[in-house]
């Protein structure tokens, strides 16, 4: 692959992933003004992974595999593309890496790309899938980029890493809404007064800060 190597995409997901199990960004982050090439790659993989319906008449991008949110409407990319994550000026390097794995699996399948549109949203989505599937693959150069991205997808569908999480409640975040994600008390903090054993694994330890630090 040409631009950053392997190596540099790596530690900048990474570090993404380190940054957002911090505690997410300080303030949630527009969605995507344009829909560069960039953008429309990463949105189809990342449908590709978490799949939802379209979002109107003539998406592309979106395949439309499902009913209801997906990836994308879950803010992926305002994930990916927040100023505070490292990650976000080697967007369309990964982007361009899985695009020029699109038209590898296009050709020896004979496959026709149009020319209008990403090499990877031009496939169908059950080629997406397979093209995806592959990358997995143990013997892929790029398996842990590709890895490390998934996470990245689930982490903006399954609980909002893009914003705080009672704001993304308080929003109805089409991934935590889909999941029944439990509001929050009054005081917007979460407590759990039933044990999923019907009791509770041990005593508390008088020492345990407030917080619930060990002492």
């Known amino acids: 692959m040409t631009g950053p190597d392997r190596r540099s995409i790596l530690k900048a997901l990474v570090a993404t992933l380190a940054g957002l199990s911090v505690g997410g960004l300080d303030t949630p982050v527009a969605a995507a003004a344009s829909e560069s090439w960039t953008t429309q790659t990463l949105e189809a993989f990342a449908d590709t992974l978490i799949p939802g319906q379209r979002r109107f008449s003539g998406d592309v991008v979106v395949a439309g595999a499902v009913t ?6 879950a803010g992926v990319v305002s994930l990916l593309e927040s100023p ?4 976000a000026p080697l967007l369309p390097a990964i982007a361009a890496l899985l695009d020029a794995r699109a038209v590898a699996y296009a050709a020896l399948r ?4 149009s020319p209008t549109r990403p090499p990877f949203v031009g496939l169908s989505f059950s080629d997406r899938t397979a093209l995806v599937g592959g990358l997995f693959g143990p013997d892929d150069p790029d398996r842990p980029i590709w890895q490390v991205m998934s996470l990245l997808v689930g982490l903006a569908f399954d609980t909002a890493g893009q914003q705080d999480t009672v704001e993304a409640l308080g929003q109805g975040h089409p991934g935590l809404t889909w999941l029944r994600f439990p509001q929050p008390d009054p005081d917007g903090l979460w407590r759990f007064p039933e044990y999923s054993y019907g009791r509770p694994l041990a005593e508390l330890h008088p020492n345990t800060t407030a917080s619930g630090s060990p002492a």
């Open 84 to 87: 505070q994550l490292p990650v």
């Open 110 to 113: 004979l496959i026709w790309l």
């Open 68 to 73: 209801g949110p997906g990836a994308v409407q």
